[in-house]
C-alpha cells in the first residue's frame, strides 16, 4: 500500500517562504517521478513541479520557474517543495503525486500519476 503525507504548509506574507514536504510508504519510492500539483479555491488543480527517480532531471510551470525548487531524498523516501517569494495567487491545496510509471521522466499531466496526498493548505497574504 503506497500513501503520501504532505506537511509545511501555513499561512505566510508576500515575498516570503515555506518549505513542503511529502513523505511516501512503500519500498519503491525510488523507481518512480514525483510531482507538486496545486489546486486554488473555484480553480482546477494545476501542475507545480516535477522530478524524475533520479532527482537529475526536473520541470517547473512558467508560474513558479525561479522561485519554487523540487528536490528528494530517496534514502528517506521524501520529495521536497521549496517555495520562495511567495506571493499570493500562491494560495492553494499543495498535493504530493507518485507516477504510475517506473521511468526516468518527468511528468506535467496529472493524468500520469496514480497516487495523491490528501494535500496542504498555502495560504499568502498580500
Known amino acids: 500500500q503506497v500513501q503520501l503525507a504532505e506537511s509545511g504548509g501555513g499561512l505566510v506574507q508576500a515575498g516570503g517562504s515555506l518549505r513542503l514536504s511529502c513523505r511516501v510508504s512503500?519500498?519503491?519510492?525510488?523507481?518512480?517521478?514525483m510531482g507538486w500539483f496545486r489546486q486554488a479555491p473555484g480553480k482546477e488543480r494545476e501542475f507545480v513541479a516535477s522530478?524524475?527517480?533520479?532527482?537529475?532531471?526536473?520541470t517547473y510551470a512558467d508560474s513558479v520557474k525561479g522561485r519554487f525548487t523540487i528536490s528528494r531524498v530517496n534514502a528517506e523516501k521524501t520529495v521536497d517543495l521549496q517555495m520562495n517569494s511567495l506571493q499570493p495567487e500562491d494560495t492553494a491545496v499543495y498535493y504530493c503525486?507518485?507516477?504510475?510509471?517506473?521511468?526516468?521522466?518527468?511528468?506535467?499531466?496529472?493524468?500520469?500519476?496514480?497516487?495523491w496526498g490528501q494535500g496542504t493548505q498555502v495560504t499568502v497574504s498580500s
Open positions: 503525486a507518485r507516477a504510475y510509471v517506473m521511468s526516468s521522466s518527468v511528468y506535467q499531466e496529472d493524468a500520469e500519476y496514480d497516487y
Open positions: 512503500g519500498r519503491t519510492f525510488d523507481w518512480y517521478t
Open positions: 522530478i524524475n527517480r533520479n532527482g537529475d532531471s526536473a
